[in-house]
């Protein structure tokens, strides 16, 4: 399984981005699929996560209210709205596969990751 994420780029804060992360194979939509960020010095953290029909969501509460996973399973993609976005927001962002489909924020269990992608967010 190949992710290939995108959509990163510079925000000011208060702004929005929308990443992308989208796949191929015909399995996707019994993937749960999820978002993680990693800012420097610090470890891999979760974000949002979304199951295989889309219908279940799990958000970290530093993102909650802000941030909106979505997935389109006819294009193999799975987005992360991002509004009022904070400078602490700042991360390479990686979306990753749970081919399990367990709706989860633990990241051992996610078992493909894409390349990931840099959001900088400047006050």
């Known amino acids: 399984v190949q992710l290939q994420a995108s959509g990163g780029g510079l925000a000011q804060a208060g702004g929005s981005l929308r990443l992308s992360c989208a796949t191929a194979?015909?399995?996707?939509?019994?993937?749960?699929m999820g978002w993680f960020r990693q800012a420097p010095g610090k470890e891999r953290e979760f974000v949002a996560t979304i199951s295989g029909s889309g219908s279940s969501t799990y958000y970290a509460d530093s993102v909650k209210g802000r941030f909106t996973i979505a997935r389109d399973n006819a294009k193999n993609t799975v987005y992360l709205q991002m509004n009022s976005l904070k400078p602490e927001d700042t991360a390479v962002y990686y979306c990753?596969?749970?081919?399990?489909?367990?709706?989860?924020?633990?990241?051992?269990?996610?078992?493909?990751w894409g390349q990931g992608t840099q959001v900088t967010v400047s006050s």
């Open positions: 194979g015909r399995t996707f939509s019994t993937y749960a």
């Open positions: 990753a596969a749970n081919t399990l489909g367990a709706l989860t924020g633990y990241i051992r269990s996610y078992d493909y």
